[in-house]
């Protein structure tokens, strides 16, 4: 059974730095798009990042981008967020996924069927 565990959230103002964790567990995801959800209170969850199967390729809403960087450990099947400048905008549950397709690309990610983390809070104070 596949399991994404998240870590990393927390309480922090603004314009500090957090780095997000998500280590998966009961399968290889070497060859797999993985990457980040949030969802705010009273909103609908929306796309972060997501960093492709090899690597080489990221892919992040224009909310964040210049300011997160996603990446990818396959040796433990790992991806993290790391999240600069951050805003009382950022304040959500943070969601980690992965693409239960094999070689897909990070721009699908929100759009493919995918295993879900249980979620981290992310709270940024101004």
């Known amino acids: 059974q596949v399991q994404l565990v998240e870590s990393g959230g927390g309480s922090v103002q603004v314009g500090d730095s957090l780095r997000l964790s998500c280590e998966a567990s009961?399968?290889?995801?070497?060859?797999?798009?993985m990457g980040w959800f949030r969802q705010a209170p009273g909103k609908e969850r929306v796309f972060v990042a997501a960093?492709?199967?090899?690597?080489?390729?990221?892919y992040y809403s224009d909310s964040v981008r210049g300011r997160f960087t996603v990446s990818k450990t396959n040796a433990n099947n790992t991806v993290y967020l790391q999240m600069n400048s951050l805003k009382p905008e950022d304040t959500a549950v943070y969601f980690c996924a992965a693409d239960r397709r094999p070689h897909g690309t990070p721009q699908a990610m929100g759009v493919v069927p995918k295993h879900w983390g249980q979620g981290t809070q992310v709270t940024v104070q101004a």
């Open positions: 009961g399968g290889t995801f070497s060859r797999h798009v």
């Open positions: 960093i492709g199967w090899n690597s080489k390729t990221a």
